[in-house]
């Protein structure tokens, strides 16, 4: 029976070779006309848009400073077309400076600028006023279009307008703008309504108020204008701090109207001022609010301390002096006072330390109108002294309708020692 056997070594066995694949040959390829092309042609773009920038820049170089100049760099530049008008208008050439503004506006439709020189060069009213209510629409800082809108709008009763383009005009020029705005918002609070409006606008607190009550109330032609529009702020969220009070008081005294600025400043007190109000103020010397000269005003010097200090006794503050070996200014210090003519008494309490006979402490009154004494010497104080009360005459003469309550060292020689002063008080 035939078995299977097993091959034998001796028979050929398939030999398995590995041939490695061929190594790829690359592609030939055509010279790539094309990106070559597009490569030429983005360069081109790249030095056409770069000479464009400079030509641009260039232009815009010389468009404020050297329109005609920044034309021959770029015939359709509208910013120098309208400056070359404002140029042209300037020299008196109104028919060229009307073509130059009208070619700017074909080529930028909201040149302001442009608009402004139509405006100055209209022969007409009426279409002077609408081309420059265009101009200021288009440029609200704009110094010379909202200058004159504001202008108009005060001649034509348009009030709240004509605030509005102030406000904007002195944010954004502050201080070249503030003479002229000064002139024309104090002609319009002087017009009936005018200071409720503006004092509306001065109360949301823009950043140019206190500057412009301070200018208006130093410089300003009508300090009546001023004071109406401090008592019109007065009712406000924001009513009128001590500066912008102080500027117009000084101004009312400056002028002599002594009457009207102790008027209004009592008027502009807070309460806790007005509820202290009494001959002289604040004569505990306690820092009641209110500005000088109807408050405490005082003089150092060197050598010399004259403040409101708390007392050593720890009961409340007077007024504090001392001298080391110094020579005391003229007046040490002083409140403007508002006393009707006849006779009044003053009184109050003092104590010293080595006050010299040489060199006392005085009060005094000297009337305003004349810078006249009053009393002379005065109310005299000398030596070491605890807590003492002293009294004083004033006869106030008719006319005299103002007076400086006024505590000075006469003498001659330099002053040493130390003085308290408090409770301070003026009867009829």
Request: glycine letters at 10%; a positive charge.
């Amino acid at each position: 029976m035939p078995t299977d056997a097993p091959a034998s070594p001796e028979r050929g066995r398939p030999i398995l070779r590995v041939v490695p694949p061929a190594p790829p040959q690359p592609p030939r390829r055509a010279f790539p006309w094309r990106d070559a092309a597009l490569a030429g042609v983005l360069m081109l773009g790249g030095l056409g848009l770069g000479a464009l920038i400079v030509q641009r820049s260039a232009s815009d170089a010389l468009a404020l400073e050297h329109p005609a100049q920044a034309l021959a760099w770029r015939a359709s530049d509208a910013e120098a077309m309208a400056r070359l008008a404002e140029r042209r208008l300037e020299q008196g050439k109104a028919e060229p400076a009307r073509r130059l503004a009208l070619a700017a506006l074909r080529r930028d439709p909201t040149s302001g600028s442009a608009f402004r020189t139509l405006a100055f060069a209209a022969d007409d009213a009426a279409a002077r006023g609408r081309l420059m209510t265009i101009a200021g629409d288009r440029m609200k800082r704009d110094i010379p279009a909202v200058s004159w809108l504001v202008a108009d709008r005060l001649k034509s009763g348009k009030l709240a307008e004509a605030a509005e383009r102030a406000d904007g005009l002195m944010r954004a020029w502050p201080v070249s703008m503030r003479g002229v705005m000064t002139t024309q918002l104090s002609r319009l609070a002087a017009q009936p309504g005018g200071a409720e409006l503006l004092a509306a606008r001065l109360d949301t607190d823009p950043p140019w108020r206190s500057a412009f009550l301070i200018n208006m109330a130093k410089s300003g032609d009508n300090p009546g204008a001023a004071m109406t529009l401090l008592a019109a702020m007065a009712k406000g969220k924001h009513p009128p701090n001590a500066v912008e009070t102080g500027a117009v008081v000084g101004r009312l005294v400056k002028d002599d109207q002594y009457q009207a600025a102790f008027l209004i400043w009592a008027q502009l007190l807070p309460a806790e001022g007005i509820a202290n109000l009494a001959d002289p103020y604040d004569g505990g010397f306690e820092g009641l609010p209110g500005p000088a000269p109807f408050n405490w005003q005082y003089f150092d010097a060197t050598g010399v301390i004259a403040e409101p200090t708390p007392k050593p006794e720890g009961d409340g503050k007077a007024l504090y002096l001392r001298f080391s070996q110094a020579l005391p200014p003229g007046i040490l210090a002083r409140q403007l006072l508002a006393l009707a003519p006849g006779r009044h008494v003053l009184s109050g309490r003092w104590k010293g330390d080595n006050i010299a006979l040489a060199r006392p402490l005085v009060w005094g009154f000297r009337c305003a109108e004349r810078n006249a004494a009053i009393v002379d010497p005065g109310t005299s104080m000398s030596g070491t002294t605890g807590w003492t009360t002293f009294t004083g005459v004033v006869d106030v003469p008719a006319g005299c309708d103002a007076q400086w309550l006024t505590l000075s060292s006469p003498g001659r020689g330099r002053a040493n020692g130390e003085a308290w002063f408090d409770d301070l008080k003026i009867t009829r």
